[in-house]
Nanobody, 120 residues
Framework: VQLQASGGGLVQPGGSLRLSCAAS????????MGWYRQAPGKQRELVAG????????LYADSVKGRFTISRDNAKNTVYLQMSSLNAEDTAVYYC??????????????WGQGTQVTVSS
């Protein structure tokens, strides 16, 4: 099983990025998917999660209204659209799959992470 995250990079404050997570070796259609992040010196935290059909989503309070998680089960890919980025969003972002359809089951498999740096 591989979760290949991409789309990270350097962006100015107020800018936008879209992260992608392409899964292989697993069909995500029956799995919840999510994004976590870890900033230097901090614990890994949940950013956003989405149920298998996309009908249920959850977000960290710090990103509500700025980030949007979505999925394309036909492409076996999950996305994280990030806007109005600020320095506090700087972190390594990790994609994760769930053991079931529910976002409560996130953390089964992990991707390698993609660095997002917000700086002028």
């Amino acid at each position: 099983v591989q979760l290949q995250a991409s789309g990270g990079g350097l962006v100015q404050p107020g800018g936008s990025l879209r992260l992608s997570c392409a899964a292989s070796g697993i069909s995500i259609g029956f799995k919840a998917m999510g994004w976590y992040r870890q900033a230097p010196g901090k614990q890994r935290e949940l950013v956003a999660g989405i149920s298998n059909g996309g009908g249920s989503t959850l977000y960290a309070d710090s990103v509500k209204g700025r980030f949007t998680i979505s999925r394309d089960n036909a492409k076996n890919t999950v996305y994280l659209q990030m806007s109005s980025l600020n320095a506090e969003d700087t972190a390594v972002y990790y994609c994760t799959s769930g053991r079931s359809w529910s976002t409560q089951s996130l953390g089964d498999y992990w991707g390698q992470g993609t660095q997002v740096t917000v700086s002028s």
